[in-house]
């Protein structure tokens, strides 16, 4: 399992080989087709009122209910997308090649700049009214609006930093 999402009165959780499987309390769980393949799904988000799951090659698909989705186009390529995350009517996607992507409907993206460079960007969070991304190299980067960009200085030196999450008032990343 490489993500989790909830909303809509639904557990969603994807992982390797496109598997999704969906739960309505967090224990019994069913086995959802993807519109993956066989490819992994590394991340899934959820905001108005939709899922949106992202994963290797730039594979990107939505869905309403959690359990059929629908292929979109991302503004990725082919580069991976790594994790994924919604705040302030937004969706924000980072990935492969110091790649982030946002959409205000889950469906049309926008690639933006960002100060990452050809590092990989590995995970995204909202908080305090702030984005905050990171990943390779210790790489740290801040954003209101998740539009613009800036770069930060992280404690991680040249070390990965693998994932971020927000709550009670702090963020944590992890590496």
């Known amino acids: 399992i490489k993500g989790i999402a909830y909303g809509n009165g639904l557990f969603v959780a ?37 899922f949106v799951a992202v994963g290797f090659s730039g594979t990107l698909a939505t869905s309403p209910d959690g359990i059929n989705w629908t292929l979109r186009t991302s503004s990725f390529g082919t580069n991976n ?27 049309n993206w926008t690639q933006r700049t960002t ?9 995204i969070t909202y908080g305090n009214g702030l984005f905050v991304a990171g990943g390779a190299n210790g790489g740290l980067i801040t954003s209101p609006t998740g539009i613009t960009w800036t770069q930060r200085t992280s404690s991680f030196g040249t070390s990965a930093i693998n994932g971020i999450a927000y709550g009670n008032s702090l963020f944590v990343a992890v590496g």
Do not use: C, E, H
Request: net charge positive.
């Open 14 to 50: 994807v992982g390797d080989s496109g598997k999704i499987a969906t739960s309505p309390d967090g224990i019994n769980w069913t086995q959802r087709t993807s519109s993956f393949g066989t490819s992994a799904i590394n991340g899934i988000g959820y905001g108005k009122g939709l």
């Open 81 to 107: 997308i790594i994790a994924i995350t919604y705040a302030n009517s937004l969706f924000v996607a980072v990935g492969a090649s110091g790649m982030i992507a946002t959409s205000s409907n889950g469906t």
């Open 115 to 123: 100060p990452f460079g050809a590092y990989f960007i590995s995970g």
